[in-house]
């Protein structure tokens, strides 16, 4: 745990002390993630190539049997009122649906340990605080389901396996939150070690590490927030995922996956053809990417995001003005490749920049959405930090 994490933990075991009259059980910490490249292949079977970032969420939490219901109480879903939200239901009597807002993911995580282990939830006491901004497609919202998931597999000792919790924390957005996605951004949270990205098998959550050595090449990865919020329950994610399902259906295989990367698609046409050669090349590039890291071909790795991105954007057309914008702007100020990274729609854009070009790239982003009048994006650095933990 870095210092300025500890820092935190103090902070919210004091003040989840003056709200709830009492010391938490424990804290756990979660972080949020970048994928480097992989993307949209997490729910058509690939390998993807994402690592937890030195971001996290953090839950204190104490089981509190004699209430009549949970209460949660966030520093994080609405950071510019600096207001603490607050929200409360009955972890046993949960139905899909039933909790919605910043407080669903916790919600539905309660029901969807309670639905796999057939363990009972009892009331509790939370205290959430994040560092991972609301909305970036940083995976803010799966990062608070993992601490969460954590925290209560601990606390009611389900003695569930981290795979398993993956699981868990995806049935809870699948089947309670009610966004379609997949298992990437909850694996890289509960999986991750410091230090690498990790290539994860999908299906099986098998997992190898690729050490991230991007600092002792002089190397650092720039995230752009663009603050477009992003959601993956508005429906233009199910969408995607439904012409994946319609193109492998139509080539006869179950799942995208079972292709051979350069598969003849000439029978589908129209919309459905493009996302599917977006998965395909973008499976190819994610073996070049890994093998380009390995070998620390950093300008070839660089390609591979920005083909990545151009794929994205045309073919799988969840880009937007501000993400492109970002990518242009890394790119014209240097960057070796840049692009979207998470579902798309708003969000953030990587890009992969000199040490050195760090402050031009920097401002040449910021200098672009000024002359666009759009807000101002957030700018900043992300190392490859470790996976979920307890801290206290
Ligand atoms: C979102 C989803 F939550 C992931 O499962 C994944 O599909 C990603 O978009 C796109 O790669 O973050």
Redesign the pocket.
Known sequence: MSPEENRRVQELTREFDAAFGAEPEGVWRAPGRV?LIG?????NNGLVLPFAIDRSALVAIRLAPGREEAALISTWSDPSTGERARAAFRPGALEPGDVRGWAAGPAGVAWALAESTGTEIPPFELLLDSTVPVGSGL?SS?AVEVAVALALNDLIGAGLSRRDLARVTQRAENDFVGAP?????QSASLLSTAGHAILLDCRSLEAEYIPLELVDAGLRLLVVDTRVAHS?DDGG?AARRAACERGAEQLGVGSLGELPVDADISALSGETRRRVRHVLSERARVDQAVGNLREHRWAALGENLTASHVSLRDDYEVSCPELDTAVESLLGAGALGARMT??GFGGSAIGLVREADVGTASSAVVDAFGERSWGRPRVFEVLPGPGASRCL
């Open positions: 994928n993307e949209h292949l997490d729910y995976s799966h996605t997949g298992i990437m951004d993956n994610y998470g579902a």
